[in-house]
């Protein structure tokens, strides 16, 4: 599986932005996927996650209630839709491949496969 993350940008604080993960193979339908982001000086952090089905979602603290992640299995593509930005949510954003079916990883040791990341710019 290779994965393709698109969609960041420039904000203004309280704005939205949509990414997208696209993943090629044929076997993104059977694994978790997750979102991570890491900011200058800081190390990576996870963001969310979500069920092979789509159906069980898994976030961050500081994210819930403004992130919401989905996937399209047919698309092959994983989304993170950011609603109500802060400038605190600058960061290079990368989704990743689980290791396994369970949802529930926020440890990137629990992904093994990692998009090339999108910069995501909120400014205040």
């Known amino acids: 599986v290779q994965l393709q993350a698109s969609g960041g940008g420039l904000v203004q604080a309280g704005g939205s932005l949509r990414l997208s993960c696209a993943a090629s193979?044929?076997?993104?339908?059977?694994?978790?996927m997750g979102w991570f982001r890491q900011a200058p000086g800081k190390e990576r952090e996870f963001v969310s996650s979500?069920?092979?089905?789509?159906?069980?979602?898994y976030y961050a603290d500081s994210v819930k209630g403004r992130f919401t992640i989905s996937r399209d299995n047919a698309k092959n593509t994983v989304y993170l839709q950011m609603n109500s930005l802060k400038p605190e949510d600058t960061a290079v954003y990368y989704c990743?491949?689980?290791?396994?079916?369970?949802?529930?990883?926020?440890?990137?040791?629990?992904?093994?496969?990692w998009g090339q990341g999108t910069q995501v710019t909120v400014s205040s």
């Open positions: 990743a491949k689980g290791l396994t079916m369970n949802y529930r990883m926020s440890e990137a040791r629990g992904y093994d496969v």
């Open positions: 193979g044929r076997t993104f339908s059977s694994y978790a």
């Open positions: 979500i069920s092979w089905s789509g159906v069980s979602t």
